[in-house]
Structure formats: structure tokens, C-alpha cells
């Protein structure tokens, strides 16, 4: 396969005016009932209350989706402002990338990945290697980015393993951070909503202090919050040395923690403590690569390498379930032995399929040809401008932005950042208002977010901003 011909596709598939109002045809109306009633009787959805389904949290059954726009089986649209779960950049339904899983489905649908290869996989690979980081020269893949973690954990465990270092047996994780639910993916979380109920079965790192500028002191930059916080993980270092595999974070934006934000400082630094401690560090991009921190991967803010990279959720444009790990040749060469046991033996059976690398090159394919970065600056610029008008709000604590990520934290006195009540669930207010004014919002406890696809547009971004500022009103009054 050679890729997809982008010339000949139309790019303006985002384009979709007029479409978040309100319908009233009887039988779309009927249809969607019971397409609730029939779910409901049979399936049980992520990250969900189900006994709140049927009244406080109404299902919307989808039946098509096209650019920031998802029309629902009741015939209303909505606009898609957290991207399906931050896996959408270019808009549902994007041609070139549904073309090239379309091509390839043809050709080759999957191959068992051990002792094979074929040319997506390989083209993806190689185009991986030549995008990320320096230093980084090794791809390992995998289905979603859980596993994505679980990997680069056995990884770094395993390499210092191979080389009879057996007392690195810690990881080291930042406080309010999230990679994932797998359970060595979860253990490395500091949510209690997300690990408490599963601590008897997860594995215990040590927690550093978030560099979060949001806890920075009055009058405090968010620079000098990080490296104050820096010298705490130094410290950690320091009280474990000869004991840590790998420091685990995610670059830039703790997403499920809240979207809160550091400086980029903080990288450098962290990156500088696991060298002078013998340690890897794994970068969990899963979320803020491939352009939504305004650079293709977060770590290029900082200027630094990771030893491994956990890549997933825009990998594929948002069409196919497919992850990344991406790693050094130093540890790749540590596991090649004639005994088996210092092997690599992790595997899944769907490992390296051709229609999600076929969807990813795709997804390559668009960075290039349609100057995406260069883009989206101004679009983040626009953002910006349309939550100019949150910051003065009582009951906004702070507005923070990275990139293609914009959050809106509520709070009871927004000036002290004095939190509501968890039990008041301001956010559920505003998610319920949004939905039934044609918006996706799904906020983070009390904090809504814009991370909207890439192709958002001047009218969707005016709709997001008035829909957003009607759903702060109706969650905090």
C-alpha cells in the first residue's frame, strides 16, 4: 500500500451549517426511544452509572457523524467538543483516512503479527521513528492505550531485569495523574474515583507532587511551581536510588486529572533526574500527542527524549482501536538473547493490524499535506478569544489553555477557588444543559473543557462558546 491520493478528496467534509437545533418528527422521535429501550436491555457502557441512564443520564443514540458534527438518531446534531474522547483530530468521517482503511481491507485485513510483517505496519513504523523524539528507533504496537502502558511498564521492568539490576522494582507516578485501566496502567493512577476499589490489586508507586500550576502559590509562576516541585521528585530519587525503573507522566496536561497544566520545565528537569539516577522515563502521550498541545508530541516544548513513548487515541485519527510504544535501541537490545526467557513474549492477537496502520499513515498523511500545526494556531488563538469571556465570571476559579486544549474550572468562589460540593455535581448541570442545546460537553467533575477536532469552524466554535457560557450559568446558579 502507498498511501491515500489526498488531492482528488474533498477537505471540506467539516463543514455542516445549521445543524444543532431542535427536530420534531414524530417517527425519528419514536426511533430513538427505542433504540434507548432495546440498549439498555442489553448493554452495560464505560465509565458509567448505569442506573442513571434511563432518567438522569439519557442515552443519545448516534446514527452518523461528519467533521465536529454527530447527528442523532432523533435527527438533532450535536457538536463533538471533546472529540469522541480526545480520539477525533480531523473530524468524523474524515475521506482520506476512511478511503485508505477501505483500500487496505481489500488487500489485507489482518496477519498474525509474530513471525510476519507487511507493508503498513512497516511504512507506519518507520514513519513513527522519523516523527517522534530523537533517540527513540523502536515501535511496538498494541490495541488501545492501556496496554500502551502496561507495555512500556514490563518493558523498563524487564530491561533492567535482562541485565541483572533485579533491585529496580518501583515506578515512580505523579499525583493526580491517569494512564489508564488495566491494572498496572491503573496502579500508576492517583484518582481516587478510578483506583480506590481496586487497591488491594495494584501495584503501589511511589506518588511525586504534581507540577499542576493550578496549586502554585499567589503570585507564584507556573514555572517556578514546577521546579520547586521538581526537587521533590529529586528528593524521591534520592531516597530510592538504585530502586526505580521509571518515572511515569503525562506531558503537559494531566487530562483525566482535570485538564490541569504545567510548564514545560518540568520535562526538562524530570527528564534530567531519570538520567542522573539510571532511570527511564515514559512519556504517556496517549492523549496530548499528535497535535493537541499545539506541538506534534508535548515533549517537544521541553526539547527532551523520553526512553519510552505511550501513543494512542489521534494515532489513528479516531477511526481504529490502535496503540504505540515507541523506545530506545539500548532497551530494545537488552531483551535479545538466545534464551526465550529474556524475550519480549507480551502479545495480543490483533497486534499490528493493517486497517488501523493503514488508518494511521493515513492520519500521517493529513499532518503533512494539509500544514495541520500551522493551522491550528489560529484556531487556538480563537479559542482563546471566545473564553475571554469566562475569566471574569464569580464562579470560575481559573481558565487555562495548551494548545488545543481549553479548560473552565467552576468553583463555589471562583476568586479563593474555594470547590463546590462533589455531591452538588455542578458538571452533570452543565453537561445535561449542553446536551440539550446540541453540545458534547462531558465535564471533568466541575471543570468543562473544550478539546474539540481540529476542522472546528468559526460558526461551531461561536456555538460552542454560547452553549458553554448558557451551561455555566444553568451549573452554578
Known amino acids: 500500500m502507498t498511501g491515500v491520493d489526498t488531492k482528488h478528496v474533498s477537505r471540506h467534509h467539516c463543514a455542516m451549517k445549521n445543524l444543532s437545533g431542535h427536530v420534531s418528527d414524530p417517527h425519528m422521535l419514536t426511533e430513538a426511544a427505542a433504540w434507548r429501550q432495546r440498549d439498555l436491555a442489553v448493554l452495560w457502557h464505560p465509565c458509567t452509572q448505569m442506573a442513571e441512564h434511563p432518567d438522569t443520564l439519557p442515552l443519545v443514540p448516534i446514527r452518523r ?32 483516512i476512511a478511503a485508505a482503511i477501505a483500500e487496505q481491507a481489500q488487500t489485507l ?14 511504512k507506519l513504523a518507520e514513519a513513527l521513528v ?52 488495566t491494572l498496572g496502567a491503573l496502579s500508576m493512577a492517583d484518582i481516587p474515583l478510578y483506583r480506590k476499589v481496586y487497591a488491594p490489586l495494584l501495584l503501589e508507586p511511589l506518588f511525586a507532587p504534581s507540577p499542576d500550576a493550578y496549586e502554585a502559590e499567589p503570585g507564584e509562576s507556573a514555572e517556578s511551581y514546577a521546579l520547586r516541585c521538581a526537587d521533590k521528585l529529586q528528593t524521591i530519587f534520592e531516597r530510592h536510588a538504585g530502586e526505580v525503573c521509571a518515572l511515569i507522566l503525562e506531558p503537559l496536561v494531566q487530562c483525566a486529572g482535570g485538564m490541569r497544566m504545567y510548564h514545560p520545565v518540568y520535562l526538562k528537569r524530570a527528564r534530567e533526574i531519570c538520567t542522573q539516577f539510571g532511570a527511564h522515563l515514559i512519556a504517556d502521550e496517549i492523549a496530548v500527542g499528535f497535535g493537541r498541545t499545539g506541538t506534534l508530541f508535548a515533549c ?26 515507541l523506545t530506545t535501541q539500548h532497551v530494545y537490545e537488552s531483551f535479545l538473547d538466545v534464551s526465550r526467557e529474556r524475550a519480549f513474549l507480551h502479545s495480543h492477537s490483533y497486534t499490528g493490524n493493517p486497517l488501523a496502520c493503514a488508518a494511521a499513515l493515513a492520519t500521517l498523511n493529513i499532518f503533512a499535506s494539509d500544514d495541520v500545526l500551522v493551522k491550528n494556531l489560529e484556531t487556538i488563538g480563537k479559542m482563546a478569544a471566545h473564553a475571554e469571556r469566562f475569566k471574569d465570571h464569580p464562579n470560575v476559579a481559573e481558565v487555562r489553555q495548551t494548545g488545543m486544549i481549553l479548560a473552565i474550572e467552576m468553583a463555589q468562589d471562583g476568586k479563593h477557588k474555594t470547590a463546590y460540593a462533589a455531591s452538588e455535581r455542578r458538571g452533570l448541570r452543565a453537561y445535561q444543559h449542553a446536551v440539550a442545546n446540541g453540545v458534547v460537553l462531558r465535564p471533568l467533575g466541575d471543570i468543562l473543557y473544550w478539546m474539540p477536532p481540529y476542522c472546528i469552524d468559526d460558526d461551531a466554535l461561536q456555538h460552542l462558546s454560547s452553549v458553554t457560557a448558557s451551561a455555566l450559568e444553568e451549573a452554578t446558579r
Open 109 to 122: 485485513e489482518h496477519v498474525i503479527y509474530a513471525g510476519f510483517s507487511h507493508e503498513p505496519g512497516l
Open 130 to 181: 522519523a516523527a517522534t523524539p530523537a533517540g527513540l528507533s523502536r515501535v511496538f504496537y498494541a490495541d488501545n492505550g492501556s496496554a500502551a502502558v502496561e507495555i512500556a511498564l514490563k518493558m523498563s521492568f524487564h530491561h533492567f531485569y535482562n541485565r541483572g539490576d533485579f533491585k529496580r522494582t518501583k515506578f515512580i507516578s505523579l499525583s493526580n495523574g491517569y494512564h489508564g485501566e
Open 65 to 96: 457523524g461528519r467533521g465536529v458534527w454527530l447527528e442523532g438518531v432523533d435527527g438533532k446534531h450535536y457538536l463533538d467538543a471533546v472529540s469522541s474522547w480526545w480520539t477525533n483530530i480531523f473530524g468524523h468521517a474524515e475521506p482520506r
Open 300 to 325: 517537544e516544548q521541553a526539547n527532551i527524549s523520553p526512553d519510552f513513548m505511550c501513543l494512542s487515541k489521534g494515532l489513528t485519527g479516531g477511526f481504529m482501536p490502535m496503540s504505540a510504544v
